[in-house]
């Protein structure tokens, strides 16, 4: 008997692939996934065998070099009542004790790791009154969604069948002296029905690819720039993880006449050299209508005004900035003499109070 051809490994094989070759074969033959089977009781035993003579070193070579080997004489045959359990050190830690602690894992089904669903991105282009009254509109996306046909599984679903392992029970029972133990069956993973197969539309990962239209609020005060956050509307979770968030970030067109620094507007307002001279209310634009602004005498050009409350809503506390109003002294056409004659009287009168400002 070849100990490697037992084990399915290349006679280089490294301790790494011999481990493995072992835990593949034992979650196979071994008797308490197979109780009463005597055949894969004796593969058992010669898959033990050639484990524990090729995973240690001295053993190996004396084997390879054609000596005889001796087989754990401690080792019961029957039952495997003397099989340690619980690992052997360092040498033989892929033992059963590594075994059984894998399938007691399984009872009630295979647990696999609940992961968040990734988070998504998108742009929305809204115009300057948009962000300012607020708006709701529908985005396009395109998401990562729990499958359809098998919930998210990545299993089909099968009509009812028994097990053919556990008989419908779903667990098998094994025998230990005085003790029975009872663990999940490895075959049907607990459930004592027949085990899926991997859906064929979303082969096997239990989600698909869909576009919608998810629809995002815009409050009123929403800046260039700004991020929203929807709940729930990223990629689906792996295994019943949460879903990510979908976050839209908002570009603002600019407006031909208002402009924006954090919640205040400002606007700049022409106005003629009598107004300014003399005083004067005029009538001036807001964001939601007009409003009177008083320009006391002797305003200069780029002279700024402020009215309270008439700029943009804070998203955070719904107040309302300030409207910024900056003057600019426009000069007349000069369509006859007289308008002439007067500038030059004017300017003779203050010819020396201009440049003394």
């Known amino acids: 008997m070849d100990l490697y051809i037992v084990l399915g490994v290349a006679h280089e094989a490294s301790e790494t692939e011999i481990k493995r070759a072992y835990r593949r074969l034992a979650r196979r033959y071994h008797p308490d996934i197979n109780p009463g089977d005597q055949t894969a009781e004796e593969r058992f035993r010669q898959i033990l065998e050639a484990y524990e003579t090729l995973i240690d070193p001295a053993r190996r070579s004396r084997y390879d070099a054609g000596q005889h080997v001796e087989v754990n004489p401690g080792r019961q045959a029957a039952g495997f009542e003397g099989f340690d359990f619980s690992t ?162 908002v570009r603002v067109a600019a407006h031909p006449v208002f402009r924006r620094e954090g919640d205040d507007l400002h606007l700049v307002v022409p106005i003629a050299v009598h107004e300014a001279a003399l005083g004067a209310k005029i009538e001036i634009r807001t964001f939601e209508g007009s409003a009177r602004l008083r320009v006391p005498p002797g305003t200069q050009s780029g002279q700024r005004f402020r009215l309270r409350e008439h700029g943009a809503p804070s998203t955070r506390t719904g107040q309302r900035g300030d409207l910024i109003v900056d003057v600019r002294i426009m000069l007349p056409k000069l369509l006859d003499e007289r308008s002439k004659e007067l500038l030059r009287e004017f300017a003779r009168i203050n010819s020396e109070n201009v440049r003394g400002l």
């Open 88 to 249: 052997r050190g360092t040498d033989y830690s892929a033992t059963f004790g590594d075994l059984f602690a894998e399938v007691l894992t399984e009872r009630g089904g295979r647990a696999s790791t609940q992961q968040r669903g990734a988070d998504l991105h998108a742009e929305m282009q809204v115009t300057f009154e948009e962000a300012l009254t607020g708006i709701q509109r529908a985005i396009p996306i395109t998401r990562r969604e729990n499958c359809r046909s098998c919930a998210g599984t990545g299993r089909t679903r099968l009509s009812t069948g028994t097990c053919h392992l556990c008989q419908g029970t779903g667990a098998v029972r094994s025998v230990r002296g005085h003790m029975v133990f009872s663990r999940a069956c490895a075959a049907c993973g607990g459930t004592g029905q027949q085990t899926p197969k991997a859906c064929e539309p979303c082969a096997g990962t239990g989600q698909e690819t869909r576009s919608e239209r998810v629809m995002a609020r815009i409050p009123p005060g929403v800046a260039d720039g700004d991020r929203l956050r929807v709940p729930a509307k990223g990629n689906a979770g792996l295994h019943g993880g949460v879903p990510g968030d979908l976050y839209v970030t």
